[in-house]
């Protein structure tokens, strides 16, 4: 079949033109080409090198993701392979010189004295399954390497945590350090970073930000009447467009003239009334910052009188909008 195969493109590319003698086979490939064991053996190591290099990356994108430590290991990787592919054309692909143009192998014997040929120079290699393993090890590891960014994208399978939440109705609102707030605490043209009490600081779904709006300015959506004791509004603190964090809050001196009270996202600006619902002023952000229902419990403290009211997060293709 190989033959075949040669003797078809030969003569596809071959047409129309005159059949010309073949140049001596020593012009061609020597009869007893040289081996080079060193050369095959420093191949297999290049390519091993650049499979660790590979594996390298990947354990640094899940550990740490340091940017610097990525672009040296997949750098490495690249370059080892360029130098593989160096030594095998250098060292390990047969050389040959011809004053004239090859002819267009037309006839049968022409057609057997390329396949010899092909075969010479597949003898040359005397670590063929060696060079194997390691071309398919590194590879394999390359290909791992690429794909390996694609997690950042999401769970692929359970999609059902990115709408947990840790608020629980009768959770206690802390501060930073763990401090318990108090309703008197929050006041008027200030901003508040809380988290639930016993949880993750660090859950995507843990950091709110309250502030107190005046009560006759409040008009939340139906049904939130009671979510916001004393004006005391509470929001996710993560932007609904590419989950930065709302971090600003514009509280006008100039009442007659200035814009009303928001919530602003420093890094796209963002911005969202607190006064209804979070819903969207200005921004690229699509949706509402999610809610959370406010209570205040017998000795003053806040705390969560359910969960948000919608899912946390960005809305990238609708994963965190049902």
């Known amino acids: 079949m190989k033959r075949w195969l040669i003797a078809l493109l030969m003569l596809l590319l071959g047409r129309g033109q005159k059949p010309r003698q073949l140049p001596p086979p020593d012009r061609v490939l020597d009869a007893e080409p040289p081996r080079s064991p ?3 053996l420093l191949v297999v190591v290049l390519l091993l090198g650049a499979a660790a290099a590979a594996i390298v990356f990947v354990v ?4 740490s993701a340091n940017t610097q430590l ?8 690249l370059v080892l392979l360029a130098a593989v592919f160096y030594v095998v054309a250098k060292r390990l692909v047969p050389q040959s010189e011809s004053d004239e143009p090859y002819p267009q192998l037309i006839h ?6 390329v396949a010899r040929t092909f075969d010479e120079s597949a003898s040359r290699l005397t670590r063929k399954r060696l060079l ?17 960014p694609l997690a950042s994208l999401g769970p692929i ?27 008197s605490e929050v006041i008027e043209r200030s901003i508040f970073s809380a988290f639930p009490e016993g949880a993750d600081p660090k859950d995507l779904a843990a950091p709110i930000v309250l502030v107190r709006v005046d009560e006759g300015e409040l008009d939340l959506p139906e049904g939130r009447e009671s979510w916001a004791p004393d004006g005391i509004v509470a929001y996710s603190k993560v932007c609904t467009h590419a989950a930065c964090a709302v971090s600003l809050y514009r509280a006008p001196l100039n009442e007659p003239t200035a814009p009303k009270p928001a919530l602003i996202c420093p890094c796209h600006f963002s911005t969202f009334d607190p006064a209804k619902g979070a819903s969207v002023l200005f921004g690229p952000a699509g949706r509402p910052l999610p809610q959370l229902p406010l209570e205040v419990d017998g000795d003053g403290y806040l705390v969560a009188g359910g969960d948000f009211s919608g899912p946390v997060g960005p809305s990238w293709w609708g994963v965190r909008k049902r």
């Open 60 to 63: 640094v994108y899940a550990l």
């Open 108 to 113: 049968q014997p022409e057609q057997e004295e």
């Open 70 to 77: 990525l672009g040296l290991s997949m750098g490495g990787a």
């Open 132 to 148: 194997v393993v390691a071309a398919g090890t590194a590879g394999t590891a390359l290909a791992v390497a690429v794909v390996t």
């Open 38 to 40: 060193g050369s095959e």
């Open 157 to 183: 399978l359970d999609t059902n945590r990115l709408y947990r939440s840790p608020w629980r109705r009768g959770r206690r609102l802390v501060d930073a350090s763990g401090k318990p707030l108090k309703a």
